[in-house]
């Protein structure tokens, strides 16, 4: 998992909501508006959206499609719950995007075009790097026993 908090527009925090959970059967209509945002709630995975006016429009397997405006924020929880986002409204629909998110959503939020392909590649080789380093340099194999050394340890 990889701690996020940057800005981002309402419209690519939309796409990534709609990559992620509806992209195979949202109707060509919705997906054009920017107004229409997907909801769901329960065990796998929820959205809400938090708007100033909202009205349900069409409910798709375990999504309701809600056209929605003037978005005050917006919380994500993926099916596994390995990614938990939220998006705040700063001004207009420029807003502050935070929380903890998986590789599958680091991969669309790039699709989203929040985050670039090579924002994805450092964040994943410093999460690597942060692993190793969290291990240590003199890595013990079970059963092992430590390096003996004739100097005096501090």
Do not use: H
């Amino acid at each position: 998992m990889v701690e996020l908090d940057l800005t981002c527009n309402l419209e690519g925090f939309r796409r990534f909501l709609i990559n992620s959970t509806c992209r195979s059967f949202i109707p060509e209509s919705y997906l054009r508006d920017p107004e229409v945002f997907p909801e769901k709630q329960g065990d796998q995975g929820s959205i809400y959206v938090e708007a100033v006016d909202k009205v349900d429009l069409k409910k798709i397997r375990d999504v309701t499609f809600i056209n929605a405006r003037d978005v005050l924020g917006i919380i994500y929880t993926s099916k596994s719950g390995n990614t938990k986002l939220k998006w705040r409204e700063l001004r207009g629909r420029i807003g502050r995007m935070s929380g903890t998110a998986s590789a599958n959503s680091l991969v669309n939020l790039s699709m989203a075009r929040i985050i670039s392909p090579d924002d994805v590649e450092a964040i994943m080789a410093n999460q690597a790097g942060q692993g190793e380093e969290a291990q240590g340099p003199e890595q013990q194999t079970e059963g092992e026993a430590p390096p003996q050394t004739d100097t005096p340890q501090d």
